[in-house]
């Protein structure tokens, strides 16, 4: 459903990003591992829409979307979260959640001011599905708490429903992890492979976490100072010993 | 520590004598054509001195004054209170409203004539603060120059109708249109724009329009500006002794009363009363809109509201184009009122006005910001009698203010969503 190929990211004189190719089908976990400031987070941004690519073409279900506004790429299903959390963390947990939904709703001044049933549905579906997800994700209890207020995991998770609810076809988890205890790692690892099974949504993962990475990818893409450097299942990538060499330097 | 102490006390007295001594020591006394510089009397010497005396024991003695002023046990708790049951507090709240708007309707028909005047001042304010309010308190976009969309509205209403002759009620809907309009033309290229470029290219754009207003004598009669803007009527009947439109009957005569100029005043008060709750409830909507939590949203995080799918521009354009749509609804009531209008009433001390009530109400919170508007507006009135010291203690109060409750007056609360379990 994703297909990337040769992408290419230059900032002046550094070449961030070098001929990076990669695929995502339905309902595959696919990882993307590497160095710090291997480019991982780079090609995130360029997928997302937030960088426009130097060169190389970005498919999303056989449509080119390089180049596109950000906004257009979220709309299209291909929704991302951050290396540092970013909620709106003034607002409630469950305000989050509805704003995430915005393309969703009745969004004409005049029927909001007026409340026609339909604005009223809509809305209702809306918090309705914000219910859901915060039940999903156990935040259930802290759903009027300002998001600023609430624990790091639970910011993670709140991050991770606020891009479920907006209903994406592809997932892009920037290094989900980070920060979190082996138990909100292990709870995180169940969620993001119920995602796949019940929700049908692939994912695309950064992560640092190696137990996780083998644990749930399907396939790992491995890039080293903005080259591809291997790719293939996790047992694969075990045994290659350019990633080896790459991560652990020279034996 | 003592000296110390001596040191920066000394300090702080000569400054209070250098800024003190040469704005308060000298006159300028016109003769004729020429100027003259004569010193002032020795009692303002002697008051500058003692000022300056003051400054020094205070800062000698800071702590121990400080000291003593915290051990004073204060009346308001700051322990936090119990949190009020939310529909309690939601039902209350709305009784208060109510009495009070019960009030406002009544209350002109029992004081004077200045004071309704000073209260359909203290609306058109309340107006406009509601509307800024949306752009900088919710937004988050700083603006400052909003009274460029006040003075689109007033202008509209006051060329019309020296051009055309159209009455209040067509004006008023043409005006706000009008200056969200304008709002929507400059917010396209500017909105690019954050923080501190924003603020200096919107008080760009506050001092163009009054530039122009000013030096386009042809239309808009520059510094002489336009007068004999008419009234609102009700239902075709005015208010002013005589009729003055063919067609048009006058109040009095209708309904038989005496003639009495406070029908006039009361009838413009109860108009900017209604557009004021007309505005406050429209505005409350919005908040609740997915419109306003975007606006919201967007303040939060750039980021991540455009990674959500919330298009940066079409949001922010909506947030400009309705705070200067109620500006501009603003602007028609303020020339109906003062039927004379000039670009003197849209300077830059304008916008810093409206801007100083919503951080002092707290930003996004209306009903702070109400509050605020009555305050700014009235304490300047109040302290009349100081005359030239007005400014002086109306920037002790901010200064106080952001000392104290930099939040404002009444922060903004977040509405409490019920959600159903979801079996």
New interface residues.
Partial sequence: MLEVQNLSMRFGGLLAVDQVSLDVQEREIVSIIGPNGAGKTTVFNCL?G?YKPTGGKILFEGKEVQGK????I??LGM??T?QHV???????V??NL???Q??H???N?IS??LKTPDYRAREQKS??R???W??RVGL?DL??R?AGNLAYGQQRRLEIA??MV?EPKLLMLDEPAAGLNPAETRDLNRLIVSLKEDYNVSVVLIEHDMSLVMDISDRINVINQGRPLASGTPEEIRQNDDVIKAYLGEA | MAANNFKHALFCAVITLIIAYPILGFNLEAQGVDITLSGADTFTLVMVALAALAVFAFQLFREQIMGAIASVPTPVPSAPREPMNENKRARIESWVLTGILVLALFWPFFVSRGAVDLATLVLIYIMLALGLNVVVGLAGLLDLGYVAFYAVGAYTFALLSQYIGISFWLALPLGALLAALFGLVLGFPVLRLRGDYLAIVTLGFGEIIRILLNNWTNLTGGPNGIGGIPEPTLFGMEFGRRVKEEGNTSFHETFGIAYASEHKVIFLYLIALVLAVLTALVIRRLMRMPVGRAWEALREDEIAARSLGLSRTAVKLSAFTIGAFFAGFAGTVFASKQGFISPESFVFLESAIILAIVVLGGMGSQLGVILAAIAVTILPELAREFSEYRMLIFGAAMVLMMVWRPQGLMPMRRIHIELKRQG
Avoid at chain 1, 69 to 72: L, Q
Avoid at chain 1, 86 to 92: E, K
């Fill in positions: 997302s937030f506004p950000d906004y257009k979220s709309r929704v991302r951050f970013r909620l709106f963390s003034h607002m409630t469950v305000e509805l704003v995430a915005h393309r709703l009745n969004n001044l909001g001011l918090l309705d914000a219910a859901y915060l039940e259930m759903a009027n300002e606020r891009c907006t």
